[in-house]
């Protein structure tokens, strides 16, 4: 008997249930399902748990992976939309929805127009028909096999959403060449360069130009407010990944360090996490994954054979500013990791960061 042609799917659960029946089936495991889909495990776990639609390219992969036919798995996911869609929400669920998200700031920032109906302006910026596929595709809690946060943050999930889902309009349209580990590695030693320079006209540019030639899709947001995202990262598929900033403090040493903080994710961590840098780490807690996050951003700016000499700095003006060209970046970053050793106090020697503003980083953005 042909398993497959006689299938009968409950058309109100999300694919992936027809999915799992038929790899317990044919006795098939999740590592070789996931090496023949060729996606990441988490855009699969994604599909499983209905997070992510199966358009006509993932059909084909499932046709090839498991059988049946391309169609069939095109109407298995309309199907399952269909139901979603029918789930009416009430009038109060649609007003607590919106009153969680951060509408004024959206409105501010132009990623929504004003609108009578501002619930359905909402659907259209998350690219979702209802409130239960807004729960399904973008919301972050510990339930989520995509995140791993901080239960303290759950309650902010709506705004930091609201600030990822714009970084990845954005970086939708940031053409990158495949990723490369080894190539994004390498070319760290460049970007560190950058530190240096004092215009964000300049830099900005630069930077992303040199992430997308490693298929990074580097992206400034500012963050509305209740999110306190200072930075991203996620794969878009297993050839783009996204590196989201949100220019925090507007300062060099903290954006410098929280960018190599989130490039350490991409090159020490697996493509199947959505990592989250909050902007108070103590008050928040830290994982396992964001404590060697930060071990890799301080060594790649100042490695461990020269923290004896910066503990030496002190308040040698002099030296710092030596220390910090020998190390190639900015004064601004020394300062920032004597201030995070407790080598000097935290108000010491601010004058050497530089302080940048929106408009510059404004016009260093092309979208």
């Not at 999300?14 to 495991?29: A, Q």
């Not at 358009?55 to 046709?63: C, F």
């Not at 020394?334 to 004058?351: D, K, R, T």
């Amino acid at each position: 008997m042909n398993r497959l042609a006689d299938l009968k799917p409950n058309w109100s659960s999300c694919p992936g249930s027809t999915i799992i029946d038929i790899l317990k089936e044919k006795s098939i495991s999740f590592n070789e399902f996931e090496a023949q889909m060729g996606l990441p495990k988490a855009h699969i776990e994604g599909i499983l748990k209905g997070y992510n639609i199966i358009d006509e390219a993932t059909a084909n992969k499932l046709q090839k992976a498991l059988g049946s036919t391309t169609s069939f798995w095109i109407n298995r996911e309309n199907q399952y939309r269909e139901v979603l869609r029918s789930l009416s929400s009430s009038e109060a669920e649609k007003e607590a929805w919106v009153k969680s998200l951060p509408i004024k700031d959206m409105l501010k920032f132009g990623w929504i127009k004003k609108s009578e109906n501002i619930f359905q302006e909402c659907l259209s910026f998350f690219n979702v028909t209802n409130i239960e596929s807004w729960n399904v595709k973008h919301k972050i809690d510990n339930g989520n096999p995509a995140f791993r946060i901080s239960p303290k943050i759950e309650s902010k999930s709506a705004s930091i959403a609201t600030w990822l889902r714009k970084g990845e309009i954005i970086a939708e349209k940031i053409d990158c060449a495949k990723w490369d580990k080894e190539l994004f590695t390498d070319k760290l030693d460049e970007i560190k360069k950058l530190t240096r320079e004092k215009n964000p006209r300049k830099f900005i540019p630069e930077l992303i130009k040199i992430c997308s030639s490693c298929g990074v899709a580097v992206v400034i947001v500012p963050t509305p407010s209740g999110c306190p995202a200072s930075g991203v990262t996620k794969f878009l598929s297993n050839e783009k990944a996204l590196l989201q900033l949100s220019f925090r403090y507007l300062r060099d040493d903290n954006f410098w360090f929280t960018f190599f903080h989130e490039a350490g994710h991409l090159i020490l961590h697996e493509k199947n996490r959505t990592h989250i840098e909050v902007t108070d780490r103590n008050a928040y807690g830290q994982s396992d994954e964001e404590i060697e996050a930060n071990s890799f951003a301080a060594e790649v700016l100042i490695p461990y054979y020269f923290q004896a000499e910066m503990k030496n700095i002190r308040s040698n003006k002099r030296k710092l500013i030596g220390f910090a060209s020998k190390m190639g970046i900015s004064p601004g970053i020394v300062v920032g990791q004597m201030q995070h050793n407790n080598i000097v106090s935290p108000q010491y020697l601010n004058g050497y960061k530089r302080f940048f503003n929106w408009e510059d980083i404004n016009d260093a953005l092309d979208y």
